[in-house]
């Protein structure tokens, strides 16, 4: 196997969304480890992408230069967009709108995490997340026929590890984890045989600050798959039997999930020889471990 030597990068002016959320804090902390300037923009911290003067805010701190828009602000929620379709269009959507209007305006390239969730299940079903997020897909597409503008797509499978947050509506192998640690009851919507090819944190913040650093090489008009492929595929019963937690319960299957999701990584490992690094069972131990410390404060 050819060795990779992965491009170090430093001092560009990077805008990341979504800077608080549990990809965000991974890649900001990394960027700026590299000297990067790195501008924040999170709804968490008050400042929202969506909102005119916040934004105008941001980029006048970056002195009229932007080299790099990363853009992570969403929803990460399915459930709640179903609950919520109106917020998940507000939150996914138009973030992501405003991101093409600000890359156009800055002649600056966008790197836009997307999800597995724009495939629609066998029904032919999509979340309102996943609308969103296909919808986002494509006008940066359009943006880049009709503006120029300059991007890359990814499509994660699950992305876990130390720092999520999870919750029954989201991170579920976080969610899981918390349970346990906290003796929780768990709700399994469906047979809990839904499966994914799980990624590890530093597996998906690595291919992200390669991509920043060798932009030109992976831009191209078509999304990436990006999961931890075959190796790393999980279901949900079988993440319990792993964690030792049988404090669960099954519910209503939801609308629109997919029942299986293994990732081929052939097009974005041809670019510069990115794979997935952590096996599931020694990321999942970091993430236990991490939580345990947590919990322990």
């Known amino acids: ?22 990809v965000g804090k991974h890649l900001v902390n990394e960027l700026k480890n590299k000297g990067n300037f ?3 923009i999170d709804k968490k911290d008050g400042l929202n992408v969506n909102n005119e003067r916040d934004l105008n805010q941001v980029v006048d701190s970056l002195n009229g230069k932007l080299e790099m828009i990363v853009h992570l602000a969403s ?12 917020e998940d269009f507000h939150d996914t959507l138009e973030t992501t709108f405003h991101m093409c209007e600000l890359a156009r305006k800055l002649k600056a390239p966008v790197l836009y995490t997307s999800t597995c969730k724009i495939h629609p299940n066998k029904e032919g079903v999509r979340t309102p997340y996943g609308i969103s997020k296909y919808v986002g897909e494509l006008y940066l597409q359009e943006y880049n026929k009709v503006y120029g503008v300059k991007f890359i797509i990814n499509r994660p499978s699950t992305i876990y590890g130390p720092g999520q947050e999870g919750s029954p509506e989201s991170g579920w192998l976080a969610w899981f984890i918390k349970a346990k640690t906290e003796n929780l009851p768990i709700k399994i919507f469906g047979d809990g045989k839904q499966s994914r090819d ?14 920043i650093g060798n932009f030109k090489q992976y831009a191209r008009f078509k999304p990436y798959e990006v999961g931890g492929g075959e190796d790393n595929e999980i279901n949900l019963l079988e993440g319990l039997k792993f964690l030792d937690y049988n404090n669960y319960n099954f519910g209503k299957e939801r609308i629109g999930d997919l029942k299986r999701v293994v990732t081929d990584n052939t097009e974005i ?4 020889g990115w794979r997935p690094l952590v096996e599931w069972q020694d990321g999942l131990k970091q993430t236990i471990k991490n939580y345990q410390n947590l919990f322990k404060k």
């Open 75 to 86: 929803n990460c929620s399915t459930q709640k967009s179903l609950d919520n379709p109106e």
């Open 269 to 272: 490992s041809k670019v510069r």
């Open 198 to 211: 799980i990624l590890f944190i530093s597996d998906y913040v690595r291919l992200l600050v390669d991509q």
């Open 1 to 22: 196997m050819v060795k990779i030597k992965w491009k170090l990068i430093n001092k560009m002016n990077i805008l990341v969304t979504g800077s608080s959320g549990f």
């Open 38 to 40: 790195v501008v924040k």
